[in-house]
């Protein structure tokens, strides 16, 4: 059982995490205090074309490491220490953030391939150091602890965003560590998730033939990089992409009544059957363009959606929709298997 | 006692209830081995055994009209030894008094540990729900062939789709040819894949005629033979399969004698009445995997480009094997373990030639996603798959399906006796002698053989269930889902799971 909360603004209006901080804390109950975490879209808008790494770091030594190796592979606009307030968690590693430019040598064809396999080799290489963010505009900060000392901990407070998503864990399967807690990232992808994920085995082995790494411990991570092979290496749509995620059933696909479309479903099922997903699972997934949910065929975890004109908030629990938002246009509950995507209306 | 009965003893025998037994004499024309004798006493015959052929098939205890014959264990005995056992004694009798190579059939029957049987399945507890497949969906259905490695690749969908062979259920008849068993079983095995969207293999003795109908549901073999191997057969099928070897007996042919090619066998396979059906050892035009290409690429040229399947026993290098049969363009590999069945092989090779399924398949499958070929070839997994605990075992080690022979045979009224190459088959399957086949009602098979499989069906669902896993396809490959007890380190991380507990 986890605890997952989300909005966006459709214009990109900005606002600091207080609302997230409050559909968080309702739902204290579906975690453990064995970690939560949030994810913030459009903070950096003097950095916005810099990939904003965060790095977590169980030593200083460990922090220098990381400091060396990404001054050797990047153009490092700007380090900063995060400000933390310490005094609500005692026990924690350190962070660094890190706006960074890569530099590319002529055969590194893709900056996005390029940041990924850094990002690889950080968190499998140096002992102790672990990336928790790296995409644009954007970061996430997560932590061993319950939703309000996590918000607290990074002051969530004083940064500005678009785009927030929360999350509050109840870990069962893997132990709560500061890695292991949600929103995962690549990129600007930032995934939350409640359930487990039955199917690991063969997508984690699905996603070692393909060049990723699972480091992590836990089942979501897998999510980022299925999203991450599907849209951004093999170009599908995020609606192609979902259907690879949560395909419709063989015999729904059989039921089609237009012959291309259900041979272009049953190419995908076919294709991409090691990337789909199985056991109850509820997601939310930021990207740079928007947020979206997905939950598993039989809907075995909640997702809650709720929009006005100018936003759209998601929640595992519908009480923790009101606590963002008292007069919305639509309340509704996506039926299993459903997706809900949202884009953002303006340019960033 | 002459000398050379040395060695002939039968270890079974059939016993008598002279109480219920009213001499009907059934069960002497059922014994095709003539192991029974009806010998008059008083006013009424009664039956005898003889004691030299029973090779416990049941055929007899089973059509007793009266139940009146069990079979029962004939020990014979030896002085107790841990290495000679009786089993040694009587084959060194029995070679010594002919001179030949020691035939048998059925499957291996080492001791050697079965590996399926130290796998364990996971199952959910509280975190993740479990599924009823009574009441949810529960979908097994499977496509075999080369797939594109992303969408982006897949210029026509629709013709991709069309390329794969569809499954409903992961599961396929293995090659049997028409000579080594009769039509009466095809036909019920043909019926069968057509009616629940299987597959099965014609093996090397071409496809009858009167089968034709059901071409589109079977893998038609090309074998070293290349028996039946017309224009048209190259035409029909809904794949291709070329045998390279086979799990009973790897790197070793083939012989039909003479005197079963029969009239139908004769015309479907393409040879003389009563010529012997040969098959060589190697295909004499692949002794490289260049060769193989070749075949590989002469076969989809001339089908129009049907998935063309390559069957290797497993063998000690399989997975660098199986690399280059992916890489020389085969759609599938289909890998037959040392537990292969066979109609007839020798004694010596079906128990100490290849290596088990289990780790055949593991090491093809991690090495073909190594090398990021996994989605080039489905995989085949056979030899020695006794339930259908063994087929979701097979499939969580990554196979695409499984290929079945002997559970066939057994679900047709075998027991195992292993003397397929008699030519007596007691149960008319692995028989054309006329009057004996006729045994084997297609109907009555195709009932037993659908039973069968639907069985195996419904507890595949109930293992994908109680892993809250609603599609097979994210069980293929998913060694998460298995656990194992008493295996060593090595196969351990050969197998690519982890130990029970961990």
Redesign the interface.
Known sequence: MCGIAGLISHQREKENGSRIKKAMVLQNDRGNGLGAGYAAYGIFPVYKDHHAFHVMADSSFALKEVSQFLNEHFWVAHTEEMTIWDKVITDHPLFMRYFLQPKLREDDVNPDDFVIDKVMHINTSINGAFVCSSGKNMGVFKGVGTPKDIYEFFRLDEYQGYCWVGHNRFP??TPGWWGGAHPFNLLGCSIVHN??I?????NQ?YL???GYICTLQTDTEVVAYLLDILIR????SIM?AITVLA?P???STKRYSD??EQ??I?????????A?????FAILAGFDNGLFSITD??K?RPMTVGTTTDYSYFASEVSALYEMEQDFTQVVTPRAGQPVIIQYQNEA | MSTSRLGLQSTFRPSFNLELCDGCGECAIECTFNEIKMVPQGDKKIPVANRLACGACHRCEVMCPRGAIRIVEDPFVTRPHGIWTPQHINRAHLQASTGSVALTGFGAETNLPVLWDKLLFNACQVTNPSIDPQREPMETNTYLGRKAASFREVRDPSEMVKSLIPLDIPIMFAPMSYGSINLNLQKAMARVAKKLGLIWYTGEGGLHKDLYPYADWAILQVASGRFGVSPEYLKIGRGYQIKIGQGAKPGIGGHLPGEKVLEGISETRMIPLYSDAISPAPQHDIYSIEDLRLLIYAIKETSGYKPVCVKIAAVHNVAAIASGIVSAGADMVYLDGFRGGTGAAPNIVRDNVGIPIELALAVVDQRLREEGIRNQASIVAAGGIRNSADVMKAIALGADAVAIGTPVLVACGCHGCQRCSSGKCPWGLTTNDPMISQRLDVEWAEERITNLINGWHHEMQEIMGLNGIYDIGSFRGNRLMLRGVDLNDKELSILGIKYAGE
Do not use: C, F, Q
């Open positions: 069962t399967n359930g487990e039955s199917s690991y085995g063969i082995r070692e033939s393909n290496r093999h170009g599908l192609d395909p059933y063989w015999a012959r291309k041979d272009r049953t190419a995908m099922k076919v294709i991409y059957e090691a789909m997903l199985n056991g109850p065929n039989t075995l």
